[in-house]
């Protein structure tokens, strides 16, 4: 009598943990694994974008090709566009840029970047919305809350006017933040596609970059800032581990 109710308890207890695993593995499979046709939507977001190494990207829209803060490029078609997010040597490259501008590219920067360059420049503070040939752009503030050059005095201190850009091609909302620490700006912008610098120093730490794509909530993160001697593709693949939400690493297009 006592040995057949005792077994019934070890029998309800072993039912219990081995339910209660399938469960949790289940759930965990779930999460992980998101079906196919929703990584086919992810992927197709970022179908026109070009990693070009470091923060430099093109994107080809309607008729219209962008660059962002072109760097080191190899050939390539002309831009009709040109998005440099602030004045320093590995965004703002007169020499990069001479070998896409025409004489109508227009170039879209800050008041001291845009010292580097002639054409047709529209100057932009952070918090600002314009469109330029068809391509809808509003301006975020970028800057460091945590690197600094020396004690006090941040890389990319807030009062320079450093910008990132979010900018709508093709139906798709593509952020692209520039040079900048997790910034409370950032919350709830909510784009399509989130390019996030992940190399630490300069800018977001891997770690860094998971918190702030919590907080900005895109669709899908995309990490940058590596492989020009600053940070590294071992950084982006440790975002995409940790990540909580879908990251893609976009191939080197050289
Ligand atoms: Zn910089």
Known sequence: MMN???WRRRAGFWLALILGLVFALQGNLWAAAPTAAAAAELKKLTANIHWLG????????????????????KEGPKADLILITHDHQD?????????IQKPDTVIVTT????????????VVKPGEEL????????????????????????FHPKE????????????????????SDFIPEMKGLAPDVALLPVSGTYVMTAEEAVEAAAAIK?????????????????????????AMGPVIVLPIEK
Request: without cysteine.
């Open 4 to 6: 057949s109710l005792l």
């Open 54 to 73: 470091h923060d430099s990207f093109r994107i080809d829209g309607e008729g219209v090709v962008i660059y962002l803060d072109p760097f080191k490029l």
């Open 91 to 99: 965004h703002a490259s007169p020499a990069d840029v001479a070998k």
């Open 111 to 122: 008041a001291k970047a845009a010292e580097k360059f002639k054409g047709e420049i529209k």
């Open 131 to 154: 469109t330029v040939k068809g391509v809808a752009i509003r301006t975020v503030p970028a800057y460091n809350v945590n690197k600094f050059r020396s004690p006090g005095v941040p």
């Open 160 to 179: 320079v006017g450093n910008v990132g850009f979010i900018i709508t091609v093709k139906g798709v909302r593509i952020y692209h933040p520039g040079d």
């Open 218 to 242: 895109p669709k899908v993160a995309v990490p940058m800032h590596v492989g020009e001697g600053i940070g590294s593709l071992a950084d982006a693949q440790r975002f995409q581990e940790k």
